[in-house]
Nanobody
C-alpha cells in the first residue's frame, strides 16, 4: 500500500518562503514522477511542479522562478521550496506520485499553505 504524507505548510507572510516535504512509503516502482499540485477554494486542482526520478522537471508558469522542486530518491521523498509567496499561492498543496505509465496514481492528504499578512 503506497502512502504519501505531506508536511511543511502553514501561515506565511507575502514575500515569505515555505518548504514542503512529502514522504512516500510502500513499494514504489523506481521509474516514476513525483510532484505537487494545489487547489484553492472554488478552483480546480492545478499543477505546481513535477520531477521524474531522472531529474526532469516541469513547472507551472505561475510559479516559475519562485519554486524549486527536488527529490531524494533513496528516501522516497520530494520537496517544494517556494519563495516570494503571494496571496494567490494560498491553497491546499497535494503530493502526487505516478508510475507504471500513469496506471498508478497516488495522492497525499494535502498540506495547507496560507499567504497572508
Amino acid at each position: 500500500q503506497v502512502q504519501l504524507v505531506e508536511s511543511g505548510g502553514g501561515l506565511v507572510q507575502p514575500g515569505g518562503s515555505v518548504r514542503l516535504s512529502c514522504a512516500a512509503s510502500g513499494s514504489i516502482f523506481s521509474i516514476n514522477v513525483m510532484g505537487w499540485y494545489r487547489q484553492a477554494p472554488g478552483k480546480e486542482r492545478e499543477l505546481v511542479a513535477t520531477m521524474s526520478n531522472g531529474g526532469k522537471t516541469n513547472y507551472a508558469d505561475s510559479v516559475k522562478g519562485r519554486c524549486t522542486i527536488s527529490r531524494d530518491n533513496a528516501k522516497k521523498m520530494v520537496f517544494l521550496q517556494m519563495n516570494s509567496l503571494k496571496p494567490e499561492d494560498t491553497a491546499l498543496y497535494y503530493c502526487n506520485l505516478v508510475y507504471d505509465n500513469g496506471r498508478r496514481v497516488y495522492w497525499g492528504q494535502g498540506t495547507q499553505v496560507t499567504v497572508s499578512s
